[in-house]
Structure formats: structure tokens, C-alpha cells
């Protein structure tokens, strides 16, 4: 998984819960990482995150935006 950079305040795409498709951006108050999935692992291990509680859906680029606490369940424990 390439972890690109950390982004403070973020704007994150969220469902304005009136139609079916609408979603609007919304700034996350705080630091969330962009991540690019590199395997089929990766794209399932994000998979297993909450979606709006641990990733988010980017307002602009690619990628998926993840807290701290989302990296570490999905990153394997680095040895030291």
C-alpha cells in the first residue's frame, strides 16, 4: 500500500441523506492519510474498514483517505 502524504483538514465526499447519489463535500476536522492501494490485499483490507469512521471518499484525487487508527489495522506490525 503506497501511502502518499498526510493531509490536514481534508474536504471528504459524504451522503446529504436526501436523494440516493447526492453527496457533498465536507471538511474533516483533523489528519487523514491518502493511501493508493497497490494489490488486491490492500483493496480488501480497506474493505474492512468503516466506511465515514475510519476512510473517507476524497472530494478531489484519487486514492482513499484514512485516520491513523485505519493505518494500523491495515498495515502489518513493523518489527523492530
Same mark, same amino acid.
Given at each position: 500500500? %503506497?501511502? *502518499?502524504? #498526510? +493531509?490536514?483538514?481534508?474536504?471528504?465526499? $459524504?451522503?446529504? /441523506? !436526501?436523494? +440516493?447519489? @447526492? $453527496?457533498?463535500? $465536507?471538511?474533516? +476536522? /483533523? &489528519?487523514? !492519510?491518502?493511501?493508493?492501494?497497490?494489490?488486491? !490485499?490492500? &483493496? =480488501?483490507?480497506?474493505?474492512? %474498514?468503516?466506511?465515514? !469512521?475510519? #476512510? =473517507?471518499?476524497?472530494?478531489? @484525487?484519487? @486514492?482513499?483517505?484514512?485516520?491513523? %487508527? @485505519? %493505518?494500523? #489495522? $491495515?498495515?502489518?506490525? *513493523?518489527?523492530?
Amino acid at each position: 500500500m %503506497l501511502i *502518499q502524504r #498526510k +493531509e490536514m483538514n481534508p474536504a471528504v465526499l $459524504v451522503s446529504d /441523506g !436526501r436523494t +440516493e447519489h @447526492g $453527496v457533498e463535500p $465536507v471538511t474533516y +476536522e /483533523g &489528519v487523514l !492519510r491518502r493511501v493508493v492501494p497497490t494489490t488486491a !490485499r490492500d &483493496v =480488501f483490507a480497506l474493505q474492512m %474498514l468503516d466506511h465515514r !469512521r475510519e #476512510k =473517507f471518499a476524497p472530494a478531489q @484525487g484519487g @486514492g482513499i483517505l484514512v485516520t491513523a %487508527l @485505519g %493505518l494500523q #489495522k $491495515v498495515l502489518p506490525p *513493523q518489527i523492530s
